[in-house]
Nanobody, 124 residues
Framework: QVQLVESGGGLVQAGGSLRLSCAASGRTFSDYSMGWFRQAPGKEREFVAAISRIYGNVYYGDYVQGRFTISGDNAKNTINLQMNTLKPEDTAVYYC?????????????????WGQGTQVTVSS
């Protein structure tokens, strides 16, 4: 079992930045690939970013490429999502997820554990 707790959400103006964190507890953090997804009101959950276990390859959704950066800290059992140049369309609940897989990290079905989510609101 892995427990995931997100933090760092909030309200920010367009063009601003936020840093989300996901703290993991339970099994060894480095055993898991980690990802971020988001869900806006009335929309399906969508892939944001992921970092694979073992080799640390990173992947991003097309609409966040170049603005968001995912990073991991094995010593602290934490992953972070640095979000820059935020846009109103980035408004959503952001979820952290963990997977024992190294592939298909853009798919929800790949992930075994999910956090409760943290709200990010970007005002125009």
């Amino acid at each position: 079992q892995v427990q995931l707790v997100e933090s760092g959400g909030g309200l920010v103006q367009a063009g601003g930045s936020l840093r989300l964190s996901c703290a993991a507890s339970g099994r060894t953090f480095s055993d898991y690939s980690m990802g971020w997804f988001r869900q806006a009101p009335g929309k399906e959950r969508e892939f944001v970013a992921a970092i694979s276990r073992i080799y640390g390859n990173v992947y991003y959704g097309d609409y966040v490429q170049g603005r968001f950066t995912i990073s991991g800290d094995n010593a602290k059992n934490t992953i972070n999502l640095q979000m820059n140049t935020l846009k109103p369309e980035d408004t959503a609940v952001y979820y952290c997820a963990a997977s024992t897989n190294r592939w298909s990290l853009n798919l929800e079905s790949t992930y075994d554990y999910w956090g409760q989510g943290t709200q990010v609101t970007v005002s125009s």
